[in-house]
């Protein structure tokens, strides 16, 4: 388990961590934030109506007219259109894009609005600029690299457009100061709350690694094994594929420890733990430790005969450690007993059948004097249990 505490990750500074976790953290960010980019838009579509209402009152004509134009013909549209964006779950890894498109229509429709104004010279405050930029950092949901672009962007388009409509120079300088402090304080805000989302996130990925994971091997624990084993359980089902479930027991451990003590026993645990996680390497194999000296472990959608051949590499590794085990009566090394229980899974069957067999055949391997595989398949035709 990685101990780095979540401020020295790697690219926790720059708010970019190595690929595959920047990949995690963006879905983990993109569902987190979902729900507040909604009330982030509705929110804003309120805010414009009523604008639009304020102008639809005090405006003169033409100004109205224009400014009513770009508020209700492509601020709000554009609002309308990125909430619906957040409904469909095709467009899901792509709503910072939308979210930005949105967000930056909002700022040059608004810097527009100004626009409209100053050459009707009608003196309308440009403050509604202010409010666009803190909007974005900080109700949107953006992250901090778009929501930093729409920002400076929007600034950079406000300041042309008041010197393409002449605003005298100390105004616009007094305003530029207002609008650029409003973008600083927005990007220092936006950064540090990015940070915290992912301090957040990798702390929520260790208490969930802490609660899966056994501590003395690695390996997921039983817990975390029959969670996934269920779903994996009903994912055959449905697919009609074949599982190997195999309950793995560490040959007269009680014996080992009474031997070479529990410290060694300790260790023994951690290197058979190794060899059985080298050989569940596919996103859908688990291997757990199940309690004890006992491990259990699934394999999805191999055949009978590979199964039994790779259950017999795992034996055969473990063999291969070359731990000595002066005390027991099967093998002078540490050694594995393995029972296998290879099923198609039935409708009405669960996970728990299959471990009742294979819990069977490993009492018939310890039978049969141990450091073995027994294979169990369940009764009917073809069956070889
Ligand atoms: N070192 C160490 N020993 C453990 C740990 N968990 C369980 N054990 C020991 O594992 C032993 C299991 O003993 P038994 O259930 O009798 O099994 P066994 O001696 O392997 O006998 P067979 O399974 O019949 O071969 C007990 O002595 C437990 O104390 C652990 O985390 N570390």
Not at 82 to 94: C, E, I, N, S, V
Not at 215 to 228: D, E, M, P, Q, V
Not at 324 to 344: E, M, N, T
Request: proline share 5%; net charge neutral.
């Amino acid at each position: 388990m990685d101990d780095t505490p979540p401020e020295q990750a790697p690219g926790m500074r720059q708010l970019r961590f190595a690929d595959g976790l920047e990949h995690m953290f963006r879905r983990y960010h993109a569902d987190a934030f979902l729900a507040r980019m909604r009330w982030s838009l509705l929110v804003a579509a309120a805010v414009f109506l009523l604008f639009a209402l304020l102008d639809a009152i005090s405006l003169p004509e033409p100004v109205r007219t224009q400014v009513l134009a770009l508020r209700l013909g492509l601020i709000m549209p554009t609002l309308a259109l990125a909430g619906f964006a957040t409904y469909l779950p095709r467009l899901r890894p792509w709503l910072q894009w939308t979210a930005s498109a949105a967000s930056l229509v909002c700022g040059l429709g608004v810097v527009g609005i100004i626009g409209v104004a100053r050459a009707h010279a009608f003196p309308l405050p440009y403050e509604g600029i202010i409010l666009v930029i803190f909007a974005v950092y900080f109700l949107t949901g953006l992250r901090f690299m778009p929501a930093m672009l729409c920002g400076w962007v929007t600034f950079v388009a406000y300041l042309g457009m008041e010197m393409l409509a002449g605003t005298p120079g100390h105004v616009l300088l007094y305003n530029a100061f207002f609008v650029g402090s409003a973008n600083l304080i927005g990007t220092a805000g936006c950064y540090f709350l990015e940070y915290a989302v992912r301090q957040h996130f990798l702390s929520q990925r260790r208490l969930q690694e802490m609660a899966e994971k056994d501590f003395l091997t690695g390996l997921l624990n039983r817990r975390a094994f029959s969670a996934r084993a269920a779903s994996t359980w009903r994912q055959a089902q449905r697919e009609k594929h074949a599982v190997g479930v195999a309950m793995m027991d560490v040959d007269y451990f009680k014996r080992y420890n009474d031997h070479y003590g529990h410290a060694a026993g300790d260790e023994t645990l951690r290197q058979v733990a190794q060899v059985l996680g080298q050989h569940a390497r596919r996103p859908l194999d688990i291997v757990a430790r199940y309690g004890g000296e006992e491990f259990v472990g699934l394999w999805y959608d191999l055949s009978a005969q590979d199964m039994q051949a790779l259950l017999e590499r795992v034996r055969a590794g473990v063999a291969a450690l070359d731990l000595p085990h002066a005390a027991s009566d099967a093998s002078p090394r540490v050694s594995i007993s393995i029972g296998l229980a290879y099923l198609q899974p039935q409708p009405g069957e669960g996970i728990e059948d299959a471990l009742r067999l294979a819990d069977m055949a490993l009492y018939q391997a310890k039978e049969q004097g141990r450091d073995r595989v027994v294979c169990k398949q369940p009764q009917g035709p073809g069956s070889t249990g």
